[in-house]
């Protein structure tokens, strides 16, 4: 499996940045399309943003677009999040996994496999 160890997260004021990267192993991980999830206090751990396996074909999820960019780099074995214009909303612990590939209908991908990391502690402030 593709095992990752996620970085980046902080506090952080609305309206500044943070860049959130996946750092990747297995002989694999070009194969997969990745994933970023988030899982706020109380709530179901969702999708936010996926990428497929040549970088060139997106997903995220209505309330992070124009705010959010996923980017991958094979070669680095990389996932990276950069979130700008954060917001209260947005805080949560983010998770990176393989997903499935994205679809040109627009539906979610979902997690390869069922286990997760310890994820990276993303806090917004108001």
């Known amino acids: 499996q593709v095992q990752v160890v996620e970085s980046g997260g902080g506090l952080v004021q609305a309206g500044g940045s943070l860049r959130l990267s996946c750092a990747a192993s297995g002989r694999t991980f070009s194969n997969y399309a990745m994933g970023w999830f988030r899982q706020a206090p109380g709530k179901e751990r969702v999708i936010v943003a996926a990428i497929n396996w040549t970088g060139r074909v997106t997903y995220y999820i209505d309330s992070v677009k124009g705010r959010f960019t996923i980017s991958r780099d094979n070669a680095k074995k990389t996932v990276v999040l950069q979130m700008n214009s954060l917001k209260p909303e947005d805080t949560a612990v983010y998770y990176c996994?393989?997903?499935?590939?994205?679809?040109?209908?627009?539906?979610?991908?979902?997690?390869?496999?069922?286990?997760w990391g310890q994820g990276t502690q993303v806090t917004v402030s108001s």
């Open positions: 996994a393989a997903v499935t590939p994205i679809d040109s209908s627009g539906n979610a991908p979902s997690p390869v496999f069922s286990s």
